[in-house]
């Protein structure tokens, strides 16, 4: 099992890795993202998403997915190979 | 319509979890630890040295005292029989026997302990999967209970009681699905394959033992009380059973121990105090159970053989901090003069961790490493601390159970054990070990003494 899938995800963004104990706070797009990612959705579907839900462009939202992937890469909860 | 954007984040937490329960945070107040049971730690090291365990006999009286009630309360015929590998150091074994606990061993050598401390042989039970025969019929001479764990064993009981001319009584262990993961499977006659009934035909068929006994032991620091509902159903169901099919009569009920100490299990994020059920609950469950399935009058023998839930939380360990690290991923890291040789529930569990003086600085996540020059050695590794002067000294608990007796002679000598007893005397239980308790049973051959030439 992934990382991503061993999460334990509240609703208020507050994101347990049983795996190490880690906790973390994830803002709304974030978890949004996040539960995409569970789902197994690829990045253009997540990039899609986004635009279609919140006020952001094609572009911001691409950009910014990439960052928040890379601070899950950081903090160890997703693989590379992940996406 | 959509929704306002900001910028995903995530953040890590740089302060635990627990913080959001009130516990695990690094609260001065709550985790500095300057005595226990009112002897300052201080001098409990200046007197036995560092490392130094320290067990209170308030506490292990006060804890099978309160676990006795939660049964006796609730059935009417209970036995408490102390599970010598818990903990065998002679002073915790006689607090519990004077509390009326008997005791339960698991080779000759707990027997031999248990006997030489002056239990008789018919207030010991012998468990196990290996029980030489010299010591199966020392056990039958001396009245001992005892659960038989496999097919041979019936044979070689069979084999003492002819030999002595005697009707043995015995019990058998079985082993059950509760819901409970991993299963003991490996422990005495399945009930769900009818292994266990096929045991009860093949003593019936010998003729020279008597089935008198069930016993059984689930697991260890089992969370779920309702797994013992289940263990005490199937047990009464099977019990009948052989009463009705072999007229046997079962005298006792024997359901081994389990119940959860208030330690935190690594893996498992919650309290202990969230996260681990109390003794009334697990007794409620169990004795719900035997009221519910017993025939009317029938009250046969409760024996329980808790050990972990009852001397866990009576023992402390101080340890001293005789260096300090900072790791290449940046974070910090101890080195203290006690680790797995002498914590081996280490590898089980989140300690208690608690200073012995109020030290000022932000609190950080830390590592606490043995002093073994092994890569194993890791006492914690996540623990909030502030920065700690060298030579604080760290009083680490519950650490009453496995740890005496699991522990290891490696590297390093194994320190020693102190008992301050009700009314606040300090008594040496166990000496620190030195080089003479290693060397005793070593032999050099003449050929080999080692001489330097000049
Ligand atoms: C047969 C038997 N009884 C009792 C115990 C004591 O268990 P606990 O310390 O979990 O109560 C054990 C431990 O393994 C055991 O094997």
New binding site residues.
Partial sequence: MGAIERLAISKNGFVFDPATGNSYTVNSTGLFILNLLREGKSEDEIVDALVENFEVSQEEARRDLLDFLEQLRVNGLLEASNV | MKRPYEKPVINKLKVNFMNKFGTGTFSLSKKVRKEIEGVPVEKLVEEFGSPLFVFSEKRLRQKFREVKNAFTLRYPNVEFSW?Y??NYLDAICAILHSEGETA?V?SEFEYEKARRLGVPGNKIIY??PYKPISSLKTAVEEGARINIDHFEEISDLEEVAKELGVKVKVGI?LNMDTGIKPQWSR?GFNLESGQALDAVKRIAAGGVLELCGL?C?I????LDPSAYEKEVKKLVDFAYKVEDEFGFKIEYLDI????PSKNRLRGVYLPPDVAVPSIDEFAEKICGALLSSLRPGDYPKLIL??????VDEAGFLITTVHASKRMPDGRRAYILDAGVNVLFTAFWYHFNIEIDREVVGPSEPCILYGPLCMNIDVVDDDVNLPPLPRGTKLIISPVG??NVTQWMQFIRYRPGVVLIGENGSVELIREAEDLSDIVRREKLPERLKVKWEE
């Fill in positions: 599970s590998k818990t339960e698991v468990n196990g262990r422990f016993h032991h697991g260890t620091f089992i081994g121990g389990g119940f053989e808790s050990g972990r839930a009852i159970a496995y």
